[in-house]
């Protein structure tokens, strides 16, 4: 199973806070790129991490070459085209960079969406930035949609403030592009609120195909009501995992394991290591991106890429 | 029966008794001196067999010995004149499957030869039943520790974690061991 993201990085505050360094990564068979990367710092302001960082939002790079990006002619290279940057807040205060890297084939189908509040409209949202790959008359749709709050998958995010997962969007009422999705052959889309800066808000999103997923599996988990431990809200693969499926109805407890982490340090991890042998064509898991939906500075979320 | 190849190695260059006497008994002969490209060369002639005449093995062709051992074993009969314990443990160690002193006599070559050959077969069987068992005693180490998640995780008693784990395996259509893995490797990505 192929999966969109191709590259997954975390940049954290190096020890001063003035710069980002490398923290973990998961490369696939992208050696040559990994080298490139773990001795990278990043300025404030500086290449794609710190750019997001700067910005204070999502980032897309659709195209690396004469761009502040810091890595081009690696990612040439290793076949590396488009890049997405989310930094992660608690308040002021950035936690870490993700960013995802993607390649650009033909065979990809899928979309990465960031959506910001229109100051012009209010209670709206609209496409700030976006990687379509080859889906140019879907990318032409979502550029001219404003979507309220409430509504499609962005809207609904930005109303609950959670992640929200559509793992059928040909079905979903809410999704509102839906026959267009369809035509783009986008099957599935999770939106995810990435920051929440007063009169602001910014979520992503990252449609995919059933042929190229986001990742292999993805995962909610929130929360319980006693704000005690997490629970696994929604698990999605495009092949049923029952393995995955056991593992989500285990309760997590805050410090404990690495989601337990994530919810005591509001940092994002990386998980399992598959660099020596790892075959993207087997649905078998065997690393995991976890990464924190922070709200006033509380946790409202995990979201949990597995790959 | 096919011609055995035989890779010579010798200090001397000039034509000695042990080239003579293995061209007379009439093996396929390769003669040359040690050097650091000892291994490429060894892979790209692919002899039957290796032969040192040499006064004493090096750290070096030892070491290089080891790494053959490693990546294509091969049957390795040494002549040599140094018969010291420690060079001679020295040489056990790198797999050498004769080592012989002083004894460089034309009417045993052979027999040296295929006594040689016949030991490292029989070391290669008990080598690949020893890696066979170990295989085996480290899928149950992994069915066990596999178990044990299940049994932590899901509150399930042995048996409950065992099927559960064959379940999972059928469905897969992989090996309990290989299921094992997963459920361990996914167990790793929570820790």
Redesign the interface.
Known sequence: MKTFIKVTEIWIPDKDRTQLEFGSGLYGGLIDFKEASEQQLFAYNEGLPGKAWAAGHPIVLTKFEHSYFKRTAAAKKAGLTCGIAIPIFSGDFLMAVVVFLCGDDEHHAGAIEVWRTNPALENQLHVMDGYYGTLHRFEAISRNISVPKGQGLPGLAWQTGLPVLIDDISKAETFIRTSDAKQAGISMGIGIPVSDNPGQTYIMTFLSAKATPIAKRIQIWIPDAQGKQLICQQGYSKNSNDLAKMFETITVNKGEGALGRVWLTGVPVITGDHEPDYNPELDSLSSMLAIPVIEQGRLKAIVSFLF | MNRINVLLIEHDISKTLLENSLQASGFELLKTQYSPTFLSLIKEISPDIIIFNLDTPSKKLLADLQTLNIQSPLPVVMFATDGNVDTINQAIKAEVSAFIVDGLEHNRIKSIINVAIARFKHQQCLNNALEEARAKLEGRKQIDRAKAI?IK??NFTEDEAYH?LRK?AM??NISLGEMAK??I???????
């Open positions: 299940l995780t899901q559960t999972l469905n897969r997963n459920v490797v996914m167990s790793e990505l929570f820790k």
